[in-house]
């Protein structure tokens, strides 16, 4: 451990090297670690111990690995112990309640590391506390664990999940005791209790011993049983769904979700979806696809588009490898097919939510409790239909934890929060979990299509339909990947200096001009008397959405989980204003626009989102 490392010189990460192995049990990061020393490849042990992943209000992610800055036995084993702390001096009655915890399948052979594992070492260390844990015996989607926290009247929830994430990937989710994400301080708080308690406790690597605790449950049957129980208030049609003869194709793409949705279609009785053989199981190689992420589109689902082809199917449901994302394509009638964006699945689940609703609800001021939500980076379809048909809506800032949230409190309040999306392909569709929720939305939308196709209509009809009621919202997103934090620093701080002075903000953006501005950084908006924006605002992340006089719409923001920088467009159109062709084209100008003016792609050295 001495001669190469200390002869750099650099006492600060000799330092961190020696803690870590000191605390560290398991075998394979230890000796990681000891070959890094002996090797003296410093640079890589920089990375492993430079910094500490970040605790935010998503919790954690990163890739599994040795090293304070990834996710193995010892960092999960002092995030809990933070996290358990941090409850501790918030409940009361946390250890008659107890926490929840959930995994999915993820695995990392060579570090050890695995979902299950670390779902393991997080209840060893609640419990040497004396702290109740409902740990599940099994994978399980992530919306099963807010479910839980809710139905058992618990503490805080944890999933340990990276989601749609690479392969190499893992994280930790942690929901509050309302059910909901936590949000700040709640993250800020848990930070510093985690630097508190480093050093393991004694019991914290006993993973065998909890196997004995009475302090241990398995919720698996229980929350099963019971899931599926509060999304039937969701099934309007059952006697067409039993007669239906649409033939939809699902795919789990190697996470959790095959036996979830097949038992919510069984809930519904629709008949079972084909499962894509290759991708049905968990397999923590994702050996079929590139990204395991649906959101990508087409190239997640070929192999799904095979098998709707060989089956004569003409709906293709997709969630993502934790199950709380829900892509939708349809088959066109010229045989090639339509994946549908997070907003037009927004409208579409939106439009179906509410048409139930109503069909159920003849009282006429009824409408008046009725709350739909989305963040503000989504399609603003949902305002339109609001506006016409008399209920209530609600933009929050980006990310479920906000519309969660909020949900929670309309609800105490003796509201109906019907449905909440963002265009990230996330939809609540059942308010029994206050995050998104893939499973229960997969069976709503097999029973939209049932129903659809009884009145010999296809999803892109309906769609179209419900454009040319409320008006037309077009959108078109995407983003660019940067791993430099000083060229996004100084791409956004142009932005807001535009003129060369301070807060003077871009007036136009080539021919089109720019109507108001808000920046959720600074909590700057030019529309507000005061100029101070009404959505809360975080100086940590960049977010600045710009009005156009064309009724256009664009928000760029960076991603609190990805290197790369989003844009958000959308054009909406008053109804009545059907003129697609015109539509498209002046969003794709507006686009252009603002990837030339305000990305400056080739300056910048941006690479575009690969095809």
């Known amino acids: ?38 090797e003296g490849a410093v640079e890589t042990l920089r990375k492993c111990f430079s910094s500490r992943m970040e605790f935010g209000t998503a919790g954690l992610r990163a ?10 036995d010892l960092t999960i084993i002092q995030t809990t112990q933070g996290f358990c702390c941090y409850l501790e001096q918030s409940i009361g009655n946390l250890k008659e309640r107890g926490v929840v915890i959930g995994y999915d399948a993820r695995a990392h052979p060579p570090s050890g590391g695995s979902s299950k594992r670390f779902a393991s070492l997080a209840a060893a260390v609640f419990i040497s506390r004396g702290v109740p844990v409902h740990l599940f015996s099994d994978i399980t989607p992530t919306p099963f664990v807010p479910f839980t926290v809710s139905h058992l009247g618990l503490c805080a929830g944890i999933m340990v999940t990276a989601s749609h994430n690479p392969k190499q990937d893992n994280g930790y989710k942690v929901y509050w005791e309302n059910g909901a994400q936590i949000v700040s301080p709640h993250d800020v708080g848990i930070s510093k209790a985690i630097e508190e308690n480093l050093k393991p406790w004694p019991e914290s690597w006993n993973t065998e011993g909890i196997l004995k605790s009475p302090l241990l449950k398995d919720p698996y049957q229980d929350i099963f049983t019971q899931y599926f129980k509060a999304i039937l208030k969701h099934c309007h049609h059952r006697e067409l769904n039993k007669s239906s003869e649409v033939k939809i194709v699902h795919t789990s793409v190697h996470g959790v979700g095959h036996t979830f949705v097949q038992s919510a279609f069984k809930a519904f009785d629709l008949h079972p979806p084909y499962a894509v053989k290759e991708q049905k199981d968990p397999d923590p190689e994702f050996p079929t696809v590139k990204y395991p992420n649906p959101e990508e589109g087409k190239g997640v689902l070929t192999l799904s588009f095979a098998l709707a082809e060989k089956e004569g199917a003409s709906v293709v449901l997709a969630n993502d490898p934790d199950a709380d994302r829900l892509a939708v394509a349809e088959r066109r009638e010229s045989g090639q097919w339509r ?15 509410f ?6 609800n003849s009282e006429v001021t009824a409408v008046k409790n009725v709350y739909m939500l989305s963040s503000t ?6 305002r339109a239909i609001a506006l016409k048909e008399g209920f209530h809506f609600e933009e929050t800032l980006t990310g479920f934890k906000w519309m969660g949230n909020r949900a929670k409190d309309l609800l105490d309040q003796g509201k109906l929060v019907l449905f909440a999306f963002e265009e990230a392909i996330g939809y609540m569709c059942c308010n029994s979990v206050l995050d998104k929720d893939g499973v229960s939305a997969a069976a709503i ?11 010999n209509r296809s999803l892109s009809q309906q ?9 037309y919202h077009i959108s078109k997103n995407s983003y660019f990947i940067c791993h430099d934090q000083d060229v996004i620093h100084s791409l956004f701080e142009r932005l807001r200096n535009f003129s060369g002075k301070n807060d003077s903000y871009p007036t136009e953006c080539g021919r089109f001009s720019i109507s108001a501005v808000r920046d959720l950084t600074t909590g700057y908006d030019s529309n507000q008397p005061d100029k101070k924006a009404v959505l809360p605002t975080s100086s940590s992340s960049q977010m600045i959405t710009f009005s156009f006089s064309n009724g256009g719409v664009a928000t760029i923001r960076t991603s609190g989980t990805e290197p790369k920088i989003k844009y958000y467009t959308e054009l909406c159109a008053a109804p009545g204003n059907s003129d697609v062709t ?30």
């Open 63 to 72: 890739a599994m690995g040795p090293g304070v800055s990834c996710m193995n």
């Open 355 to 360: 048409h139930c609703w109503k069909e159920q």
């Open 339 to 353: 994946v549908f964006t997070g907003n037009e699945l927004g409208a579409l689940l939106g439009w179906w939510m």
């Open 463 to 471: 769609l179209t339909t419900i454009f040319k009621e409320y008006g």
């Open 445 to 455: 939308a097999g029973e939209m299509v049932s129903y659809l196709a009884a009145k």
């Open 1 to 38: 451990m001495e001669g190469s490392l200390t002869a750099t010189g650099d006492a600060k990460l000799d330092e961190a090297v020696r803690q870590w192995l000191e605390y560290d049990r398991n075998p394979k990061t230890t000796s990681v670690v000891q070959d890094l020393v002996k």
């Open 377 to 382: 980076v989504s399609s603003k379809i949902l």
């Open 582 to 611: 015109h539509l498209n084209k002046e969003l794709d100008d507006l686009v252009d626009a603002i990837v030339e003016n305000f990305f400056e792609p080739e300056k910048n050295k941006l690479q575009p989102k690969p095809e």
